[in-house]
């Protein structure tokens, strides 16, 4: 790999919900049909595709995301520093909540007029989890999901120490 593309290498695997036109002028959907902001920004609606799925067959959709928000980025052990666009002037994330199976809505207290611009910027590429995981997969490896001891038996098993070694 050239230096400039050291990181980068995710990007040959990685998805993701918005990414910039070939040309850089605009942010398009990609796995995402679209995003839409409230009249003051401070609400994001993103609607997924219909039909998407995970490469084991699985469907993609809102709880993925809901996992990723609920039982990583808020989970201390496992982010312990919220990124910078997720989070509200005074520290706090923004909600994320679940509109229905193929939509989600971002919540901010404040407008977030750059919203889509850091989401099409969050694709990986800076070895950042990406803003939504396989959950129907992860939850046996999760204590919210499964108990810890299971997990920790298993990770052992893997060669991890304990269960956040597989999410790391």
Do not use: C
């Not at 009249?39 to 809901?66: E, M, Y």
Request: hydrophobic share 40%; no cysteine; aromatic share 14%.
């Amino acid at each position: 790999l050239e230096p400039v593309n050291a990181n980068n290498y995710v990007r040959v695997v990685y998805d993701a919900l918005f990414r910039f036109s070939p040309d850089g002028a605009k942010i398009e959907p990609k796995i995402a049909e679209s995003a839409e902001p409230s009249a003051d920004f401070k609400t994001w609606t993103i609607k997924l595709r219909k039909g998407s799925k995970w490469s084991d067959g699985q469907p993609f959709g809102a709880d993925d995301i809901l996992f990723w928000y609920k039982d990583v980025l808020l989970n201390k052990e496992l982010t312990p520093t919220l990124p910078g666009w997720i989070r509200n002037a005074d520290g706090t994330p923004a909600k994320v909540e679940k509109v229905d199976d193929n939509t989600v809505r971002f919540i901010y207290s404040a407008p977030a007029t750059l919203f889509l611009t850091a989401v099409a910027n969050a694709d990986g590429a800076d070895r950042t989890y990406a803003m939504f995981l396989p959950a129907h997969y992860l939850k046996k490896f999760h204590p919210a999901h499964t108990p810890k001891a299971d997990i920790d038996k298993g990770a052992q098993a893997a060669g991890f120490k304990t269960w956040t070694g597989l999410f790391a």
